[in-house]
């Protein structure tokens, strides 16, 4: 007994010796010797806590990521996720391709597909999740009928969609939205040719209102015509990275609604610390893809990217497993009743605001330039809502002090 105290007292002795070692080595590197890289470092962490206008959440919980990096020297190593993940063969020696499948699995119910039928990756960031889902739309499309398909997207999604036809070189149809944001599926349905195959992206929801495409009803316009093959990406971003948690979950079970693939941001919602997602797909989406056998590799490398960053992987777990979903359905419910809270007391104060239903997002009559740059608030125009617009995005870190403060600045502004 005596032994395995003195065994129990050594072990907490070297814990405590290495949480203090820990603390002296960020204390000897927390000035880099260049004054205006550390006054940088010193304002950002300052201000993080009023950014309201971008879809960031700023309770960003990787310290514990990066003490277990430093502990295994793994800073000294140079980690790849090369080719597919999900491949047997085999591929570049240090990577991390283990845990990007698992992020995927874990997270393919969320969307309705079974570990068994799907396929998908860590991205390098919400745009090239997008540019995935239409690279895969228009290989699958292709390759099944023979046919190139015409790109449709509404012209409130996010503007990196037609950067992104402009780069694959796709025959682009912008389809008009309602007043709130929303693909109108008339539009759609007058738009829609024929004689050829349709790759559509449903924003989930758009960039300054968010808003979300009724895909259910622009699906009814794709069934009156079984004559088009389709494919149906969704630019989920940050609206699907919270609402499977919440009750609003079934609105992206692919099987109900039916889409062909999703691109998720990581760095919005789950808290990652810098730009990175989720491409998720079927395994026969995959099948249909241009072969590329690369035999140095891992066989095949049906994606545009070659190296992916085999770090976010490792972080996507460790939020995954440390964070988890308890509180991401903790975060998300308070999100919207945070979205809730501000919308009342703007509209108390006598603040012209506007919300879509599901969303996090407000905007409103644009305040002063002093608040804008102080929330770092996102800025519009538009006419039908009075011309000069701003919007907050309500974040984790976005609470109701945050939010009393910034209504209180709005009413004097009245």
């Excluded at 790109?151 to 912008?174: K, P, T």
């Excluded at 691109?263 to 808290?271: L, R, T």
């Excluded at 309500?394 to 403060?405: E, G, P, R, S």
Aim: glycine content about 6%.
């Amino acid at each position: 007994m005596k032994k395995e105290l003195m065994k129990v007292s050594l072990i907490l002795a070297t814990v405590a010796l290495t949480v203090a070692s820990c603390g002296n080595c960020d204390q000897k590197y927390k000035k880099s010797g260049f004054p205006e890289l550390d006054e940088w470092a010193e304002r950002v962490v300052q201000i993080k806590r009023e950014v309201m206008g971008y879809p960031t959440n700023m309770n960003i919980e990787l310290e514990g990521f990066y003490r277990w990096y430093q502990a295994n020297e793994l800073e000294k190593v140079m980690l790849n996720n090369v080719g597919d993940p999900f491949s047997t063969g085999d591929g570049f020696c240090t990577n991390a391709c283990k845990f990007e499948r698992e992020v995927i699995e874990w997270f393919a119910p969320m969307y309705g597909w079974s570990k068994e039928n799907v396929w998908g990756f860590v991205t390098n960031s919400g745009t090239d999740g997008n540019a995935h889902g239409m690279y895969f739309g228009y290989n699958y499309l292709k390759n099944t009928t023979g046919k190139t398909p015409v790109f449709y997207v509404s012209d409130e999604a996010h503007y990196s969609n037609a950067r992104l036809a402009d780069v694959q070189h796709l025959e682009m149809r912008m389809i008009k939205s309602d007043k709130m944001g929303r693909m109108i599926p008339e539009e759609l349905e007058k738009n829609l040719d024929l004689t050829r195959p349709a790759l559509i992206v449903y924003a989930f929801g758009s960039t300054f209102r968010g808003a979300i495409d009724d895909m259910d009803a622009l699906n009814e316009v794709l069934a009156r015509h079984p004559e088009v093959p389709v494919f149906r990406h969704v630019d989920g971003a940050l609206f699907g990275g919270y609402l499977p948690f919440t009750q609003f979950r079934e609105m992206l079970d692919h099987n109900k609604h039916k889409y062909e693939s999703i691109a998720i941001s990581g760095h919005k919602f789950f808290g990652m610390d810098e730009p990175a997602g989720l491409y998720i797909t079927s395994k026969d989406v995959y099948a249909n893809q241009s072969q590329y056998n690369i035999a140095y590799l891992n066989e095949n490398m049906k994606m545009i990217s070659c190296s992916r960053s085999a770090t976010d992987a490792l972080k996507f777990w460790w939020l995954m497993k440390h964070v988890g979903e308890e509180r991401w359905t903790k975060d998300a419910t308070g999100m919207l009743e945070n979205t809730q809270y501000m919308k009342a007391k703007m509209d108390e104060i006598g603040w012209p605001n506007w919300a879509n239903e599901y969303s996090n997002t407000i905007f409103f009559r644009r305040p002063n330039d002093e608040t804008v740059k102080r929330y770092s608030l996102a800025c519009s125009y538009d006419e039908q809502f009075g011309g000069d617009l701003s919007h907050v995005v309500i974040m984790q870190h976005c609470d109701k002090a945050l939010i009393d403060q910034i209504v209180a600045e709005l009413k004097e502004q009245l």
